[in-house]
C-alpha cells in the first residue's frame, strides 16, 4: 500500500487505506504500508492492526517535498520492491507515479484507487517528471473508481475501461450502526448536544471545497423557522477559526455546536437524527457512508459518489454545491417530516450493508488483486 499520508493524519482517504490494510491482514494476508515521515515525532516504522506500517523520511518543506519524498521512496523500493505481488497506490501523484513504475518493473501487479478530484487536474504539468508520472499513472493494471463519475475521469485521462472497476469505500457496519433511542440519549449526554429537536450532523474536514460556510448559511434560514433543531460540526481545518467568529454574531449560534476534531466519529453519527454533507466538490465521502451505516437519512449536495447512493435508494434531499437555500430548503423538509426521516435512515442502513459493508468491498478487492 502506497499512501503519502497516513495515520496520525486522519481524512477520507487515510481512513479508507486503514480499514483495507486492516481487513486484508485479518485475512491473512502480508500487508505493508509505506507513507511519509513528516514529523520526528511519528514512529519510523510500526504496527497498527497487523499491518506493517513504514514511514520513509521526508522534507516537508515547499520546493524540496516531492523531491526529498521521491528519492526515499524509490531507494526503499529498489531494495524491497521486488517481495510484493501488488502495489496498491491510495493517491495520485509523481512519487505514486515512481511507486506504480518501480513495481512495474519488478512485476508487481498496479493497482490505482482513485481519490476526489479529477486525476487529469491532479497530473496536470508539462515537466518531465509530471509526464513521466502520468504514463505511470495510465499504464496501471487496474484503475478503482468509487463512483460513476470518477470512472469517467479515469477514462477521460487515458485509463482504458475494462481496467477500471467500480468499488466504493468500505466501512465497518458492526461499529457503524443505528442507535437505539436510550443509547442515542446516553451518547448525547456525554457529547454535551442534549435537546428535545433534532440533531443535525456534519463531520468532515472545515474547508473551502467541503463548504461549511455555505452551511452556516443554510442553517441561520433553518433555525429560524425550526426552533428546536440543532446543528453540531465535528471537524477541523483551515475555515474553523472563521466559522468560531462568525458564530459569536449569529442569530443561531445557540443552536450549533462547534466541536472540533473527534478520532471517535460513530458515536456522534449514533447521536444524530440527520446528516447533512454541503461539499462542493467530492469523490465518495467517508463520512456519507457512516452516516448510511448508521442509519441517518441525509441531505447532500449532488457530488459524485452522494449522486450514486441516491440512486440506489430514497436516502433524503439532494442539493446543488454553493446553494445555500436551496440546501436549507432540503433540510427544512426532512426536518418537518420525521416519517420519512424514518423511511430513509431504514433505506440508508439497508444500502449501507448490501453495498458498502466493508467484509463485501475487500472480496471484490482481492478478486482485482488476482486479475479478476
Not at 158 to 174: C, Q
Not at 197 to 208: F, M, N
Not at 298 to 317: K, N, Q
Not at 336 to 351: K, S
Request: aromatic residues 4%; proline residues 5%.
Amino acid at each position: 500500500m502506497h499512501c503519502p499520508q497516513f495515520h496520525p493524519l486522519v481524512g477520507g482517504y487515510e481512513r479508507a487505506a486503514e480499514r483495507v490494510a486492516a481487513e486484508l491482514a485479518r485475512r491473512g494476508h502480508a500487508v505493508q504500508v509505506v507513507t511519509e515521515r513528516r514529523s520526528r515525532a511519528w514512529p519510523g516504522a510500526e504496527v497498527r492492526d497487523g499491518v506493517a506500517v513504514r514511514r520513509l523520511p521526508c522534507l516537508y518543506r515547499p520546493g524540496v517535498h516531492t523531491v526529498t519524498a521521491c528519492a526515499s521512496l524509490g531507494a526503499w523500493l529498489a531494495a524491497r520492491g521486488g517481495s510484493f505481488d501488488v502495489l496498491h497506490a491510495h493517491q495520485y501523484g509523481v512519487s505514486t507515479g515512481v511507486a506504480l513504475a518501480m513495481a512495474r518493473r519488478r512485476g508487481c501487479r498496479t493497482v490505482l484507487k482513485l481519490t476526489g478530484g479529477a486525476i487529469g487536474a491532479a497530473l496536470a504539468g508539462g515537466g518531465v517528471l509530471a509526464r513521466a508520472a502520468r504514463g505511470a499513472h495510465r499504464a496501471v493494471d487496474a484503475c478503482l473508481a468509487p463512483s460513476a463519475e470518477m470512472g469517467a475521469h479515469a477514462r477521460d485521462f487515458g485509463i482504458s475501461a475494462e481496467r477500471i472497476h467500480f468499488l466504493p469505500n468500505g466501512i465497518d457496519t458492526l461499529a457503524f450502526r443505528p442507535a437505539a433511542p436510550d443509547e442515542r440519549a446516553a451518547l448525547r449526554r456525554a457529547l454535551g448536544v442534549e435537546g428535545d429537536g433534532p440533531l443535525v450532523l456534519y463531520v468532515g474536514r472545515l474547508s473551502p471545497e467541503k463548504g461549511p460556510s455555505v452551511l452556516l448559511d443554510a442553517w441561520e434560514r433553518v433555525a429560524a423557522t425550526a426552533p428546536g433543531a440543532r446543528l453540531a460540526l465535528v471537524g477541523g481545518g483551515p475555515e474553523a477559526a472563521g466559522l468560531r467568529a462568525r458564530l459569536a454574531g449569529s442569530p443561531a449560534a445557540s443552536s450549533v455546536h462547534l466541536h472540533g476534531p473527534d478520532h471517535d466519529t460513530a458515536r456522534w453519527f449514533r447521536a444524530a437524527d440527520l446528516f447533512v454533507l454541503p461539499s462542493l466538490r467530492e469523490g465518495l465521502s467517508n463520512a456519507l457512508l457512516e452516516a448510511l451505516g448508521c442509519g441517518l437519512p441525509v441531505v447532500s449536495t449532488r457530488v459524485s459518489g452522494s449522486v450514486d447512493a441516491f440512486a440506489a435508494a430514497d436516502l433524503g434531499e439532494l442539493a446543488t454545491p454553493g446553494d445555500a437555500a436551496g440546501l436549507a430548503a432540503a433540510l427544512s423538509r426532512l426536518l418537518a417530516d420525521p416519517g420519512r426521516r424514518l423511511a430513509c435512515g431504514a433505506a440508508a442502513r439497508e444500502l449501507a450493508v448490501r453495498e458498502y459493508a466493508l467484509e463485501r468491498v475487500v472480496d471484490r478487492l482481492e478478486r482485482i488483486y488476482a486479475g479478476g
